[in-house]
C-alpha cells in the first residue's frame, strides 16, 4: 500500500481542480443567491452576464498586453478586472432599469422576472459573441505553475507528479478574499446590513427608511463584480467559451440551491459540494486505488460516471435537495 | 427630528373620515382616530373590522380615496411610509415586523437606519425597557420566543425615537403574563411624552389602559369615548367583551 | 398578466389578418428574388415545413405556460427524447446487436429503474438514509455491471457502418407517437420531482434535464451512435431521386413549367407539410376540446387562482403534472416529426438557445394561452429568424458600404450573425413589457 502517491494523485486530480473549481462556482451562486434575496427571482441571464464581463476583461487584457503591461506572474487578467466588472455593472444597471424595475413596481409574479431574465440571457450572449465571437480564446499569462509536476517529483522522490497551477491557486485565494469582503460588508456596514434587512423583510425594510432602489442597485453592482470575478477566474482555469458559461449555469444554480436560495454562506458551501461531487463522481479512481490496494486488478477506470454527465451530478444533487430539504442546507427563502 | 409643538387646540395625531381600500371596494368607511400627546388610543373590534388597514392608512401605505391625516397640525395625507417615519412616526406591523435572520441588535439599528448620529444612547434605553431583549443582543430576532420577538419589533420602532408609535396587536400570540409586563412597557412608553395608538385584540385589559379608546365596526367608528367609560358601557361590553 | 391594454384591440379579425400577413410572407418568398425573398418555392417550403413543427413545439410550451403557467426551460431535451424514437423504431434492425448485448442491455436498464424504485419504497418504509444508500450503491453496481460489457459488445458490432443497438423497422410515423411517450416519460420523472415547489424550481430542473437528456444523446454510442449520427431515417414521403425517374412524375412537372429537379423537391416538401398539418390541427383540435371540456376549466381556475383553487380542494400539484407530462409529449412528438423531416440524428445540433428559449420567443409573441397564438409566433418567429440570417449581414453590408475596408468593417460585417439573438432577447423583452398577452391575446 502506497498512501503517499495515493494522497498526491487524490490532490492532484480530485482536491486541486475541485477546489478550484467549486470557488469559481461558489463566486457564481453567491451572486445567484444575492440577486434571489433581494430580487426574488433566478436570474437565468446570470452566466451569460459572467460572459459577457470575462469577454470586456479578455478585451482589456489584450489592449494592456499589447501596450506592454503586466503584472508580472500573476495573469494580466487581474488588472484588467476593474474594467470588466466596470462594464459589467453598468450593463446590469442599466438592464434593471430597462427591464427588472417595470416589474418591480408592478409587484409581478416571479416567474415573470425569470422570463425577462431569459430575454435578457439572449441579448446578453449576442452582446458576448458581438464583443468577441463564439470561439475559444486563451489569455492568462504570468507564470503557469507554482508546484511543475517535474519539480515536484524531483524533490519529494514519488512516482506520481503533482502540479498546483497558479490559476488554481490565484482562483482560490481571490475567492478567499472576495468572500471576506463581502461579509464584512454585509455583517458590519450599514449599507450591507441595509441589504440583509431587505433580503429578510421588504416590507419592515420600507418601513425603517430603507430605500429599496438604492438596495437593488447596490446588489447589482456587487453581483456584477461577482460575475466578472467568478467568470475571469473560470475563464482563466479553462479557456473562455461563451458557450461554457451558459452550461455553467445549472452548477451553478445546484450550488445556490443547495445552500439555501438567498443564503451566502450556503452558496458557497453549496459551490464547493457540487464541484467536489462532480470532480469526485467523474474522476476514475484507477489509480489511487493501484496505489492503495497493488494487488487489485479493477477490470475498469473505477469512474462513476463520464466527464460529459458532469452536469448530471449537478442535477441529481439538485433533485435531491429539492426532494428531501427544499430550503436547502443553510435555510434560505421558503418554498 | 424636533418637530413644532403641536397646538392645544387640536390633537397631536388626527386621521379624519378616512375611506379606502386595497381594491375596488372600500374597507374603511370614514373611519376617524385621534391622539393627544402622551396619550395611549386603543382600537378594539371585531376581526375583519378594518383596524389593521386603519392603522396602514394612518401610516401612509393604504391610498386614501378621502379624509386627512394631520400630525402635529401639519398635514401628511401626501407622505409616504417613509416620509411619515422621518417626521416622528414609528410602526410595528400586525404580522412579519421584525427581520429573523438578523441579530436583535442588528434589527435595532435597522430601526435607527435613518438616524445620522450616535444611536447608542436609544439603544441602551431599549435595553433598558426591555432587558430580556438585551440578552439576547447577538442572537436571530427570528429565534426567539413570541414575546420576546413582539419586544424587539417595539424596540425597533422606538429605535427612532419617534412622538407617535402606532401598534398593531402587540400582544397578539404571548402569554397573560408577558402581555401584562408588554402593556407596562408600553404605559412606561407613553409617559415619557410619546403619543401610542395601538390596535389591540385583549380588548378589556387594552381599554383599562386607554385613555381614549375607539370601537372599529365595518370600517366606521361604532363607540368612540374614554377606556374608562368604553368599559363601562353595557352596551359595549356585552357586544364586544364579552359579558 | 391581465391587462386590459389590449383588450380593445383584440377584435376577431385580428388573428386571420395576421395569418393573412403571414402567408403573404411565404408568397413573396417562393415568388419574388430581391435583396429581401429568395424568390424559391422550395426554400420557402422549407421554410414553413420547419415553422410548422416549431408551432407543434411551442403548442407544447403553450400548454404548460399558457395552461398552467409553467416555466420549461428543457425544451430542448424534449425535443432530443422524442427524436431519439424514430432512430429507435423505423431504422432497421442491426444484424448482430441485439445478440451481442441485447438482453443485458434492457437487464441493466431494468435493475436501473428498479433500484430506484426499491430506493423509494426502503425509503417510505424505514426513512433510514443508510438503507437507502446501500440500495442505490448495490444497485448501481450491479447495473453497471451488466451495463458496461453489453454497451461494449454492441458498439464493437460493426463500429465503422452502425454499433448501436439499431430499430425496430417499424413505420416512422409510428414513432412520432414513441417520440411523445418518451418525452412524457421524462417529464414525468422531472416533474414529480419539482412541481409543488417553487415556480422557478421546475425552471432550474427542466433546464438539467434537458443538457442531460442532450448529453446522453451525445455520448450513448449504443443508443443513436453519438455524435457519429444516424442519416438514412426511413421516410414517410417519396425520395425526390425516385420522383426524378417517374416518368409520370416528369410529365407532371413539365405541365407546370417546373424543372425535374425543383419540382420533386416541391413535392416532397408539399407531401410533408400535409402531414404535419394533419398533425397540427389534430393537436389543436384535442387542446381546443380539452380546453373547453370541465378539466380545461378546472386548469384555468387552478391558474387564475392556485390558492383559492387549493382552498377548494384541488390537488393543484397533480393536476399541474398532468399538464406537464402532455404539454412534453407533444413537443416529444414535434421532435419525433423534426428528425424524420431531417433524416438526420445529429445531437450535436441541440442547441439550447435555438431549442428552447427561441420556442419561447414564439410562444409569449403569438400570445400565451391561445394556442392560434402560438401557432403564428412559431411561423412568423420562425421564418424571422431564418430571414434575419440573411437580411442582417444585407443590412449590415449595406450601412458600412461608405467605410474603408479594413478590421473594423470586418468586424461589423462578421459579427452581424450574432445580431440575430440580440434581436430575439429584445423581441422578447418588448413582447413581455409592451404586449403581455401577444399578437393574439387569449379570450
Ligand atoms: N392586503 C390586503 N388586500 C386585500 N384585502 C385585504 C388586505 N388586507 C386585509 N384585507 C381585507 O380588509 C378587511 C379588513 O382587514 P384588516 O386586516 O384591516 O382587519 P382587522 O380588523 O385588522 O382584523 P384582525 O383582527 O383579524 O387583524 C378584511 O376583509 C380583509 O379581507
Ligand atoms: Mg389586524
Known amino acids: 500500500m502506497d498512501i503517499l502517491n495515493a494522497l498526491v494523485a487524490f490532490l492532484n486530480f480530485v482536491f486541486i481542480p475541485a477546489a478550484a473549481y467549486g470557488a469559481q462556482l461558489a463566486l457564481g451562486a453567491l451572486g445567484v443567491t444575492l440577486i434571489y434575496g433581494i430580487l426574488r427571482f433566478s436570474n437565468f441571464a446570470h452566466g451569460d452576464t459572467m460572459a459577457f464581463g470575462t469577454a470586456i476583461t479578455i478585451l482589456t487584457t489584450w489592449g494592456m498586453q499589447s501596450l506592454g503591461i503586466s503584472l508580472g506572474p500573476l495573469p494580466t487578467a487581474l488588472l484588467a478586472l476593474p474594467v470588466g466588472i466596470a462594464a459589467t455593472a453598468l450593463l446590469v444597471l442599466g438592464t434593471d432599469r430597462a427591464v427588472y424595475r417595470f416589474y418591480r413596481v408592478q409587484k409581478a409574479a416571479p416567474i415573470i422576472f425569470v422570463m425577462a431574465s431569459v430575454g435578457v440571457m439572449f441579448v446578453m450572449n449576442g452582446l458576448t459573441r458581438l464583443v468577441i465571437g463564439v470561439d475559444e480564446q486563451r489569455f492568462d499569462d504570468g507564470a503557469r505553475f507554482i508546484i511543475a509536476v517535474r519539480d515536484f517529483r524531483e524533490w519529494s522522490g514519488l512516482a506520481e507528479g503533482l502540479a498546483l497551477r497558479s490559476t488554481q491557486a490565484l482562483t482560490v485565494v481571490v475567492t478567499a478574499i472576495v468572500c471576506a469582503a463581502l461579509f464584512w460588508f454585509l455583517n458590519r456596514t450599514k449599507a450591507g446590513k441595509a441589504m440583509r434587512a431587505y433580503s429578510d423583510n421588504e416590507d419592515l425594510a420600507l418601513l425603517s427608511g430603507i430605500d429599496p432602489e438604492r438596495v437593488v442597485r447596490l446588489t447589482w453592482i456587487i453581483a456584477a463584480a461577482l460575475m466578472t470575478i467568478a467568470g475571469v477566474l473560470y475563464g482563466l482555469d479553462k479557456s473562455f467559451r461563451p458557450f461554457n458559461y451558459f452550461q455553467i449555469l445549472l452548477p451553478i444554480f445546484a450550488a445556490a440551491i443547495v445552500g439555501g436560495l438567498g443564503s451566502p454562506v450556503g452558496a458557497i458551501a453549496g459551490g464547493f459540494l457540487v464541484a467536489f461531487s462532480e470532480v469526485a463522481v467523474t474522476y476514475p479512481w484507477v489509480k489511487v486505488a493501484g496505489y492503495l490496494f497493488p494487488g487489485w486488478e479493477p477490470g475498469g477506470l473505477l469512474q462513476l460516471l463520464g466527464t460529459e454527465y458532469k452536469f448530471a451530478v449537478s442535477f441529481v444533487i439538485l433533485i435531491v435537495v429539492l426532494l428531501f430539504r427544499p430550503t436547502g442546507l443553510f435555510r434560505g427563502k421558503s418554498v | 427630528m424636533i418637530q413644532s409643538q403641536p397646538q392645544t387646540t387640536q390633537p397631536f395625531l388626527s386621521a379624519q373620515a378616512m375611506r379606502g381600500g386595497y381594491g375596488k371596494a372600500d374597507i374603511l368607511h370614514g373611519c376617524t382616530l385621534t391622539v393627544d400627546q402622551g396619550q395611549i388610543a386603543v382600537i378594539v373590534g371585531p376581526n375583519g373590522a378594518g383596524k389593521s388597514t386603519a392603522m396602514k392608512a394612518v401610516f401612509g401605505m393604504l391610498p386614501l380615496r378621502e379624509g386627512r391625516v394631520t400630525l402635529g397640525g401639519q398635514d401628511i395625507t401626501a407622505l409616504s411610509p417613509q416620509e411619515r417615519v422621518r417626521k416622528g412616526m414609528g410602526f410595528v406591523p400586525q404580522t412579519h415586523n421584525i427581520f429573523p435572520t438578523m441579530t436583535v441588535e442588528e434589527n435595532l439599528e435597522m430601526g435607527a437606519y435613518i438616524r445620522d448620529d450616535d444611536v447608542r444612547q436609544t439603544l441602551a434605553q431599549v435595553y433598558d425597557l426591555f432587558p430580556a431583549v438585551a440578552e439576547k443582543r447577538r442572537q436571530a430576532a427570528g429565534e426567539l420566543s413570541g414575546g420576546q420577538r413582539q419586544q424587539v419589533a417595539v424596540g425597533r420602532a422606538l429605535m427612532t425615537r419617534p412622538q407617535l408609535l402606532m401598534l398593531d396587536e402587540p400582544t397578539a400570540g404571548v402569554s397573560p403574563i408577558v402581555m401584562d409586563e408588554l402593556f407596562d412597557r408600553i404605559i412606561e412608553v407613553a409617559r415619557t411624552g410619546i403619543s401610542i395608538l395601538m390596535v389591540e385584540q385583549n380588548a378589556r385589559q387594552a381599554l383599562e389602559i386607554a385613555d381614549i379608546g375607539y370601537v372599529l365596526v365595518q370600517g366606521a367608528n361604532r363607540y368612540t369615548d374614554t377606556g374608562e367609560a368604553l368599559l363601562a358601557d353595557p352596551e359595549v361590553r356585552r357586544t364586544f367583551l364579552g359579558g | ?443
Open chain 3, 1 to 443: 398578466m391581465s391587462s386590459n391594454r389590449q383588450a380593445a384591440a383584440s377584435s376577431p379579425w385580428r388573428a386571420p389578418i395576421l395569418f393573412a400577413v403571414l402567408a403573404i410572407l411565404f408568397v413573396l418568398e417562393g415568388t419574388v428574388r430581391n435583396g429581401l425573398f429568395s424568390g424559391s418555392w422550395n426554400t420557402a417550403l422549407a421554410i414553413l415545413n420547419m415553422g410548422l413543427i416549431s408551432a407543434i413545439t411551442a403548442l407544447g410550451v403553450n400548454m404548460q405556460w399558457g395552461y398552467a403557467g409553467l416555466f420549461n426551460t428543457g425544451v430542448v431535451g424534449f425535443l432530443a427524447i422524442g427524436g431519439l424514437a424514430p432512430v429507435l423504431v423505423s431504422l432497421p434492425p442491426v444484424e448482430g446487436a441485439w445478440a451481442a448485448g441485447g438482453p443485458r442491455l434492457i437487464g441493466s436498464l431494468l435493475v436501473g429503474l428498479g433500484t430506484l424504485a426499491l430506493a423509494k419504497i426502503v425509503y417510505t418504509r424505514t426513512r433510514r438514509a443508510w438503507a437507502v444508500a446501500l440500495v442505490l450503491i448495490a444497485g448501481f453496481v450491479a447495473y453497471r455491471w451488466l451495463f458496461d460489457p453489453a454497451v461494449s459488445a454492441i458498439e464493437a458490432n460493426d463500429s465503422a457502418r452502425t454499433g448501436n443497438i439499431g430499430g425496430l423497422g417499424l413505420p416512422v410515423l409510428l414513432s412520432w407517437l414513441v417520440g411523445g411517450a418518451f418525452a412524457a416519460a421524462a417529464a414525468w420523472a422531472v416533474g414529480k420531482v419539482a412541481l409543488g415547489l417553487r415556480s422557478d424550481y421546475l425552471a432550474i430542473a427542466t433546464l438539467g434535464i434537458g443538457e442531460i437528456i442532450v448529453a446522453v444523446l451525445r455520448n450513448e454510442d449504443w443508443l443513436a451512435r453519438g455524435v457519429k449520427n444516424v442519416a438514412s431515417i426511413p421516410r414517410p414521403v417519396p425520395y425526390e431521386i425516385d420522383l426524378q425517374q417517374n416518368p409520370a412524375f416528369v410529365d407532371f412537372a413539365g405541365r407546370w413549367g417546373l424543372g425535374v429537379a425543383e419540382a420533386s423537391g416541391i413535392w416532397v416538401k408539399l407531401c410533408y407539410l400535409s402531414l404535419f398539418l394533419v398533425v397540427l390541427l389534430a393537436i389543436i383540435l384535442l387542446a381546443q376540446l380539452a380546453l373547453k371540456s370541465p378539466w380545461g376549466r378546472m386548469m384555468r381556475a387552478i391558474r387564475d387562482n392556485e390558492v383559492a383553487a387549493e382552498a377548494m380542494g384541488k390537488d393543484v400539484t397533480a393536476r399541474h403534472l398532468q399538464i406537464f407530462v402532455l404539454g412534453s409529449a407533444v413537443i416529444g412528438i414535434a421532435g419525433a416529426m423534426m428528425i424524420t423531416l431531417d433524416g438526420l440524428m445529429a445531437p450535436n445540433g441541440y442547441n439550447p438557445l435555438r431549442y428552447t428559449f427561441l420556442i419561447w420567443v414564439m410562444v409569449i409573441v403569438g400570445g400565451s394561452g391561445n394556442n392560434w397564438g402560438s401557432v403564428l409566433g412559431a411561423i412568423l418567429i420562425w421564418f424571422l429568424w431564418i430571414k434575419v440570417e440573411v437580411w442582417g449581414p444585407n443590412l449590415i453590408g449595406v450601412l458600412v458600404g461608405p467605410l474603408p475596408d479594413g478590421d473594423i468593417k470586418a468586424h461589423l460585417l462578421g459579427s452581424a450573425p450574432h445580431m440575430r439573438f440580440i434581436a430575439m432577447g429584445l423581441v422578447l423583452l418588448l413582447v413581455l413589457r409592451f404586449a403581455p398577452r401577444g399578437l393574439v391575446p387569449e379570450k
